[in-house]
């Protein structure tokens, strides 16, 4: 059911993106303000555990049916489509009250589409891991690298072809891990074609994942031992 509703919302994300691929100014609003108004308040009513695992990102985070794939119905999902690094610092609270063991992280392709900087995008992910650490000391942070995209296949989102931004921002990330404190986790190469895209066969529009995908993603993380 969450993967129809999230399909559903694809043409959303897509119409979203008939602004100007390249702006002269970004802004910080995520791309569907509505969908995070009713993913916030669904999270309020959530109750208060303590010392779980939680996913927090965007859609591709939001689609992951982490609870399932990990048989473990205390993972908390901290995804809403659309969103942006902007968007995260202002919803740290819920995520500090919950005092997490672990934290798996994984935004910037929303910024990416918004023209937000490359340096700000990173400046952005520092900041809400020096938060993290400062109000849950005790949490594992795992910041996982920006996914890859395929424009080449049907009904791509255009305002995401910017490619080129995603490594320079993968780079960024990982080379702080050790002095921030966290676990730098590379996806990427996980999903690449023999073109170094996105593989077809795990995605529905060169962007977003399907279910096997996540599938492979677990697998990975099962066998580094990060859960």
Known sequence: MKYLLLLMLLPVFAQAQTRPSHQNLFDTIAFIPDHTTERLEQFKKQAIT?????????????????????????????????????????????????????????LGINDIGKDIPDSVIAYNYFRIIRRIKAGSPGTQIFVQSILPIN?????????????????????????KAASLGYTYINLHPLFLDKQNRLNAKYTFEGLHLKPEAYVVWIAYLKKMKYL
């Not at 901290?78 to 202002?90: C, E, K, S």
């Not at 424009?151 to 080129?164: L, V």
């Open 50 to 106: 303590k010392g779980g695992t939680i996913f927090l990102g965007n859609s591709i985070t939001e689609m992951g049916n982490w609870a399932k794939l990990l048989n473990d119905t205390t993972v908390l999902n901290r995804g809403i489509g659309g969103d942006i690094t902007y968007g995260v610092l202002n919803r740290l609270d819920d995520i500090i009250t919950r005092q997490p063991k672990r934290l798996f992280i994984l």
């Open 151 to 175: 424009p080449t296949i049907k009904n791509f989102p255009q305002h995401y072809d910017k490619a080129e931004h995603i490594p320079r921002v993968n780079i960024m990330l990982k080379a």
